[in-house]
């Protein structure tokens, strides 16, 4: 689910509290502030983890207001829809909206904008100048990039973070019923199989690379992934290795749950 939200009061304060009010709601995959939210939005982001803020230049400004993150994408300059000048995240959270987690907008047309649709057109210095500075630019109607505001090379593009995010939710969600089971190999097997099959699905959809479901994903649930510390304590560990459609290397993450044993 993708909720929006614009700061109508255009402060700092009103963005604050918009921001704040969204903070509990789980279903979020995007959040898209007015320029004033960004500070807030990308706080909350990163806090969570679970959501990427869509993020607009300042109007008049051709830089961030928001410090490095992963969790968050800028985007430049103001278009025009309606007859009005309107910042440009909106329109391109519904971009990201339409695709699958792992597939980039970049280069696809931003919908719904009018003739001349951005605020004035770029030169192909002042394009170069906002990728140097990690801000997605729109020329005309077309989307330039999609990348973070993360310098690591690992979670430059968009795709790759969004991807993450929804395989750690989908797994996480699909792993909830350990809780009821008592930790030992069978259980692990059990855990290693459901991933495996979930994260064959994503590779089959075209979601990682690799020839193969070996090439594109490995998981790992057993005694290398816990402590015993963990174990005495009901503490299940899946790590879990992918690999984007870009960039090719893998990304690893890790995924906790509780066993029947906590409470044993």
Known sequence: MVRGFFDNGGTRAYA??????????????????????????????ERRRDRIAVLSLPHGHDSVDAAPSGFAAAHHPWVRAGGELTPPGGHVAGMYARREAWATPSGEDVRGLDDPPVERPFSDAEIAALVDRRVNP?????????????????????????????????????????????????????????????????????????????????????????TQDDLDNGRLVCLIGVAPVRPAEFVIFRIGQWTSDRCA
Do not use: H
């Open 16 to 45: 604050a509290r918009t921001v704040a009010a969204l903070g509990p709601i789980d279903e979020i995959e995007l959040i898209c502030p007015m320029p004033e939210g960004n500070e807030e939005a990308v706080a909350l982001c």
């Open 138 to 226: 729109l020329r005309g109607v077309r989307l330039w990039s999609a990348v973070t505001l993360d310098p690591d090379p690992e979670w430059k593009y968009v795709s790759v973070r969004r991807l993450v995010i929804y395989l750690e939710k989908s797994i996480d969600k699909g792993l909830q019923w350990v809780v009821l089971e008592r930790g030992g190999e069978p259980l692990w097997a059990a855990v290693r199989a459901a991933v495996g099959e979930f994260l064959t699905t994503q590779w089959r959809a075209g979601g990682l690379k690799g020839a193969t479901p070996e090439e594109a994903f490995f998981v790992r649930c057993d005694r290398t992934t816990m």
